[in-house]
């Protein structure tokens, strides 16, 4: 555990000094907001990045069944237990 603990900070110190920052969605510019295309359109743009994504990380996406794809299904109502699960 003591090793994994280690390259956990590791990795954390290295991604210290990447550019970034924190917004919300009314925060951002109307550039940042894609608001025209269909809905396949815009779904085909949010697949290029998640291709794109899995290739920066040097992983291969993840094969498996939609019964299997992890997540949790959040009612309304139920968004502030969910932040405190985490």
């Not at 894609?34 to 359109?41: D, I, L, N, Q």
């Not at 291709?51 to 997540?71: E, F, K, N, V």
């Amino acid at each position: 555990m003591i090793a994994v603990d280690a390259e956990r900070a590791r990795r954390a110190h290295n991604r210290a000094g990447w550019p970034g920052v924190v917004t919300t969605l009314a925060g951002q510019t109307d550039a940042a907001i894609v608001r025209h295309g269909t809905a396949a359109e815009r779904i085909a743009m949010v697949w290029r990045v998640t291709l794109d994504a899995w290739a920066s990380a040097g992983r291969a996406i993840p094969q498996y069944s939609r019964a299997q794809m992890p997540g949790r299904v959040v009612r309304a109502g139920e968004a502030d237990d969910v932040s405190r699960d985490r």
